[in-house]
């Protein structure tokens, strides 16, 4: 009897890493502007008489671009495992309607733009696959995480999830070495993973106030602030609060208008 016990509560166990793993949508992504070069050869001696060039050099015209490193690709890819495996966890759901009280589209949608921020929350946390992430390397000094255009590129219908492209967005590189120096690299992933899904929200049509001032666009319970916080935190109270006003890092989101 208490073999059977054991045998039905590992059978449980496996059900349930099977559930999870399934649930975990599939992400994929490339990296923008890793480094380029144009060669080409140069002659530097020639014949006097037949001017029949006999020595060329190659020369290299390097594209001046940031570049992704071997540890700031380590953290992204950390980060994704971190956004895939957290995005359908009901924590992180719980979180988000405690918190979220403003909601702004850059679009029309058939119904409110509360609901149609749930259908698509609701299809990312639901489907199986994501589109393709377009991630580019920028400078952005340190306070800005990352930055993304407002579109409609991908969008949710109750529990499916349609795109017509690629979810494209920078990241800054100069704040990801910063954060894995003073947060330590785990905690930098779970931070990087909440910039992520942020941009991503924008890409689908989702935005918060863009004035410049701090409190206004960051701290009135804007959903995509929320969502991002919640996702960094795992729907944890006590680490989600730069859209509650209770932040100490002073790290910001910002788009490209």
């Known amino acids: 009897m208490k073999s059977l016990r054991i045998i039905a509560f590992s059978l449980m166990i496996t059900f349930t890493l099977i559930g999870v793993a399934l649930a975990a949508p599939k992400i994929t992504w490339y990296y923008q502007n890793d480094d380029v070069r144009g060669c080409r050869k140069e002659c530097v001696s020639r014949d006097v008489i037949t001017r ?3 020595q060329y050099r190659e ?3 390097r594209r001046s671009v940031v570049t992704w490193s071997g540890s700031q690709k380590e953290l992204v890819q950390k980060a994704m495992n971190i956004l895939s495996s957290r995005v359908d966890n009901r924590s992180v759901r719980k979180c988000i309607q405690r918190h ?3 909601f702004r589209g850059a679009y029309a949608p058939k119904v ?3 609901r149609q921020a749930w259908h698509d929350f609701d299809a990312l946390a639901s489907v199986s696959r994501w589109p393709e992430f ?3 390397a920028k400078v952005l000094g340190t306070s800005t995480q990352g930055r993304a255009s407002i579109g409609r ?3 949710g219908t ?4 349609k795109w017509n492209g690629r979810i494209s967005m920078e990241l800054n590189v100069t704040a990801i070495d910063q954060n894995i120096r003073r947060d330590g690299f785990n905690t930098a992933a779970e931070d990087l993973a909440g910039t992520i899904f942020h941009e991503m929200l924008h890409q689908m049509g989702h935005e918060h106030p863009n004035s410049g001032d701090y409190n206004t666009d960051y701290l009135q319970g804007h959903f995509v602030v929320v969502a991002g916080d919640c996702i960094a935190s795992n729907g944890s109270e006590t680490r989600t609060s730069r859209s509650l006003g209770l932040a100490s890092s ?3 989101w910002h788009r490209i208008d």
């Open 250 to 252: 002073g790290r910001r």
């Open 112 to 114: 409110s733009l509360e």
């Open 153 to 155: 590129v991908a969008y």
């Open 100 to 102: 979220a009280k403003r």
């Open 134 to 136: 377009n991630l580019g």
């Open 52 to 54: 029949t060039c006999w």
């Open 158 to 161: 109750r529990d499916q999830l």
């Open 59 to 61: 020369v290299c015209n």
